[in-house]
């Protein structure tokens, strides 16, 4: 006979800890379980870049700039700009990260906070071709991990959305053939969605919100849902290991819901002051 | 107290077996009070215990159990032992005394002083034996049961009708000490006959004259 | 630019490949295929091909990364370079590297890790030909790989996508739904569990929908599920009489 679900001490206790406060509608950090940590947004910050973003999610610190260039579409789709998407779970941000090349979480990040960009269609990717098949723009959206308390899907996709919202390229006209920068002129990229993501974590049959590192430790497994506007969700992935449960993803679904309507409307309120395109 | 299987049924991971908790037997898992298959297998009954007979299965060393292992490294207080798995028997230096000298390389055959957490760790005293020279070969360990045998039944036929003498780890490496290579081989490939036909009846009369055709009766008749 | 795309549903609910919205393609299951690894298995689900293999428990390289109360399971979700329209080029693309990890984190869900503390599993899957849902039909073969290998597991898990198509929810995605459709979610379960290992979206879908894809895949895990259990227990099959030890 095998012993099962036999996880060592510090995260055991820590597990059962979390789960009583839980039900008693508590957490470790005193926030209720679908509460999220205070969030404050800021933009423009990197005067080098298009436009750029810094978000605080309680200890959890990103940053995010976008930069512009032109350049040649992919093959499959000729009339469409192109967006690339890097991020780093710099080693700065924690003693988990390690210095080198971009691990398989830093990957999985960069490639979530990728899909809830292009699935939710935020830009209007065929207004930047320039010559079909030939010159596009090409948005490059690089996010770092600068301090790192759980969850860092959340401010990423928040940090790329702001800084993408706020970022101003150059005119660009063609003649002969070839396209030129009017670099006097600059205007925002034309954004329609505004995408935000929303971590939620398992324990039991319970569920809460924006979990801390030291939760993540604790939580049976985690799922992160993004939603491109009030209605309609553009990626989701389940992150950790885990199983969960059927009978848990509707609230999984209607709080994420919930939840993402009150990420977005902060958003705007911070795009709204710097007068982002609405 | 409700069972859901018989004796013999075939079943697979996950499949619920039984409804009382005191009937988990081997290769069985509990989960709220019920048990349910680990792995796929056939099903044995004993002493009212459900057991899952595996057709494979990693080897998981228990206290007293004979191995057959490789000395791979040696430290100034052990040396370390290959079970062939994942883990590493732990054998402590034999002592001034001992009359036995162990190298990297050397194979041996000695039992399990104690298996948990912190590694395996073998006897290396009385019990100890080094091999010097055989065949080694490598088995499922699940077979082990079949080739030794019904209170060593079968391990008697394989040693009484080859003259080898035959060292079985239940980690599943096997060591065939004979006269001649021949011999060795032909006992190597009666162990293969009991791994693959260990279910079929009669496997007892079909190894000894498998081995008499190999050996009393020499080069015959080009079958296997 | 100006060529009409044919429409993927026709007016009576049949797809391009002549399925109905609900329907699954042919699915073939094996295990124990490879004999040099501890267990393996091979799955075809139409023109998707591939192989998974599992070897171990062993001893965790390099030692350090071994954890002393579990197993750490290690997987490699891969592409030949000749699997895919055009070639690929034969190393870990930054796709694969994420599914691997995803892959990887559904099978730690279903393994008995505790019972081979200090050790390593190896799962290796090799897709030979892509042509839509490899993630969740890589995850089937892998599981019952697992299994094949005599690992215990809490249960098998297997895994299909479902897609959205010009408005419809379909199982299965060939390789042109999956291009042109709406939303692509893969989705993998534990049946017996009554869980989830696996969950990715990739395009648009509300709440509605979403649950309604989910049932959808539920019916077509049901079915892959099945199957693997015969593929189990066809390596039993004719073991009329078990001896005594």
Redesign the interface.
């Known amino acids: 006979m095998y012993r099962i679900g036999e996880k060592p001490y510090p995260s055991k206790i820590m597990r059962d800890k979390l789960y009583e406060l839980i039900l008693r509608g508590e957490r470790l950090d005193g926030r209720r379980p679908y509460q999220y940590r205070p969030l404050e947004l800021k933009t423009s910050i990197i005067e080098k870049t298009d436009g750029s973003a810094m978000v605080n999610l309680g200890g959890t610190k990103i940053v995010a700039g976008v930069k512009t260039a032109l350049g040649q579409p992919y093959p499959d789709t000729p009339d469409q700009g192109n967006i690339v998407v890097n991020a780093e779970l710099l080693p700065l941000a924690s003693s988990f990260f390690e210095p080198g090349p971009p691990d398989e979480r830093a990957i999985e990040l960069a490639r979530v906070v990728d899909r809830c960009v292009r699935e939710s269609k935020m830009i209007e990717l065929d207004k930047l071709v320039y010559v079909h098949g030939r010159t596009v723009l090409v948005i490059y959206i690089d996010v770092y991990v600068l301090d790192y308390d759980g969850n860092y899907f959340d401010p990423s996709v928040l940090a790329a959305v702001a800084a993408l919202a706020t970022a101003k390229i150059p005119l660009y006209e063609v003649r002969n053939g070839d396209v030129i920068a009017k670099t006097e002129s600059r205007f925002g990229l034309p954004v329609r969605k505004f995408p935000v993501s929303v971590t939620v974590g398992l324990i039991g049959d319970k569920i809460l919100v924006d979990p801390t590192s030291l939760e993540e430790s604790a939580i049976d497994t985690s799922i992160v849902l993004g939603w491109s506007d009030d209605d309609e969700m553009a990626a989701i992935q389940k992150n950790l290991q885990g199983l969960i449960r059927f009978d848990t993803i509707d609230e999984v679904i209607r709080v994420s819901r919930e939840k993402s309507v009150e990420l977005r409307t902060k958003l705007m309120e911070v795009l709204g002051r710097v007068g982002a395109p609405s | 107290m409700t069972d859901y299987v018989r004796e013999?049924d075939?079943v697979?991971?996950?499949?619920?077996l039984s409804d009382d908790q005191r009937t988990?037997?081997?290769?069985?898992?509990?989960?709220g009070g019920k048990v349910?298959a680990?792995?796929?297998?056939?099903i044995?009954y004993r002493d009212s215990r459900i057991n899952i007979?595996?057709?494979?299965?990693?080897y998981?060393p228990s206290e007293s159990d004979f191995v057959v292992g490789i000395i791979t490294d040696s430290k100034p207080s052990h040396y370390e032992v290959d079970l062939g798995?994942?883990?590493?028997g732990f054998l402590h230096n034999l002592g001034r005394r001992s009359r036995i000298r162990l190298q990297i390389g050397d194979v041996v055959y000695t039992q399990v002083k104690n298996s948990g957490?912190r590694?395996v760790f073998l006897e290396g005293g009385q019990k100890l034996v080094k091999i010097s020279r055989g065949l080694l070969i490598r088995v499922s360990p699940?077979k082990i049961?079949?080739i030794?045998?019904?209170k060593g039944s079968m391990l008697n036929v394989l040693n009484s009708e080859s003259g080898c003498r035959l060292y079985v780890g239940r980690n599943g490496l096997i060591a065939i000490v004979g006269e001649s290579p021949e011999k060795e081989l032909a006992v190597a490939s009666a162990i293969k006959m009991i791994e693959e036909e260990?279910?079929?009846?009669g496997?007892t009369e079909r190894v000894t004259h498998h081995l008499r055709k190999k050996i009393v009766g020499g080069e015959i008749l080009g079958e296997g | 630019m100006e060529k009409v795309e044919q429409r993927l549903i026709t007016e009576d609910g049949r797809r391009i490949d002549g399925r109905a919205l609900d329907e699954m393609r042919p699915v073939r299951i094996e295990a124990g295929v490879l004999d040099r690894s501890d267990g393996s298995a091979y799955i075809e689900m139409g023109k998707t091909k591939i192989y998974a293999a599992v070897y171990g428990p062993k001893e965790a390289h390099p030692r350090h990364l071994a954890q002393p109360h579990k197993a750490i399971l290690n997987c490699r979700y891969h592409m030949a370079s000749f699997s895919v329209e055009g070639r690929k080029a034969p190393g870990m693309t930054r796709r694969e590297i994420e599914l691997s990890k995803v892959i990887r984190e559904a099978l730690e869900s279903i393994v008995i890790l505790e019972e081979f503390p200090r050790s390593a599993i190896d799962i290796f899957i090799e897709v030979i030909q892509a042509d839509a849902g490899t993630r969740t039909a890589g995850l089937t073969a892998a599981s019952l790989a697992l299994a094949d290998a005599g690992i215990p597991v809490l249960d098998l898990c297997a895994g299909i996508a479902v897609g959205k198509v010009e408005g419809r929810i379909v199982l299965d995605p060939s390789e042109e739904e999956d291009k042109r459709g709406e939303a692509d979610m893969p989705v993998a379960m534990a049946p017996r569990l009554g869980s989830i290992v696996l969950l990715q979206l990739n395009g648009r879908l509300n709440s509605s929908e979403f649950r309604e894809a989910l049932s959808l895949a539920k019916k077509g895990i049901d079915v892959l599920y099945e199957l693997q259990r015969k593929a189990l227990s066809k390596k039993f099959s004719g073991l009329t009489q078990i001896g005594e030890d």
């Open positions: 013999r075939v697979t991971p996950g499949q619920l988990a037997g081997a290769h069985t898992y509990v989960y349910y680990a792995v796929a297998g056939i044995q007979l595996p057709s494979k299965s990693p998981k798995w994942h883990l590493v957490i590694g699940v049961p079949r030794i045998g019904k260990s279910h079929l009846p496997l």
